[in-house]
Nanobody
Framework: QVQLVESGGGLVQPGGSLRLSCAIS????????MGWYRQAPGKQRELVAA???????NYVDSVKGRFTISRDNARNTVYLQMNSLKPEDSAVYYC??????????????WGKGTLVTVSS
């Protein structure tokens, strides 16, 4: 079965950095467009960063210049490097995978989420 396993969340001070990881198992990462979403208490889930199978990236305006999404197809892992973290970045971060080939093309898979807390 295909699974997404997230790691790297935790507590960090404002201005600090974290790197989130999302490993996919049961399938090859190269067939998936990937994204990181986040949801803070009382707010809707929003797309933070996305990367296509070809490596093109997009970011929500609030994280441009601070966050970087990348993929390592050989390790079946997607990363979100978060620098210059702000308290408003605090949220549960979710990994998302969208199938691009096969009968399930267009369907989304979700990880369980990892909590990021930015506080002094």
């Amino acid at each position: 079965q295909v699974q997404l396993v997230e790691s790297g969340g935790g507590l960090v001070q404002p201005g600090g950095s974290l790197r989130l990881s999302c490993a996919i198992s049961g399938r090859l990462l190269r067939a998936y467009a990937m994204g990181w979403y986040r949801q803070a208490p009382g707010k809707q889930r929003e797309l933070v960063a996305a990367i296509t199978t070809g490596g093109s990236t997009n970011y929500v305006d609030s994280v441009k210049g601070r966050f970087t999404i990348s993929r390592d197809n050989a390790r079946n892992t997607v990363y979100l490097q978060m620098n210059s973290l702000k308290p408003e970045d605090s949220a549960v971060y979710y990994c998302n995978a969208e199938e691009t080939v096969g009968v399930n093309s267009g369907m989304n898979l979700w990880g369980k989420g990892t909590l990021v807390t930015v506080s002094s």
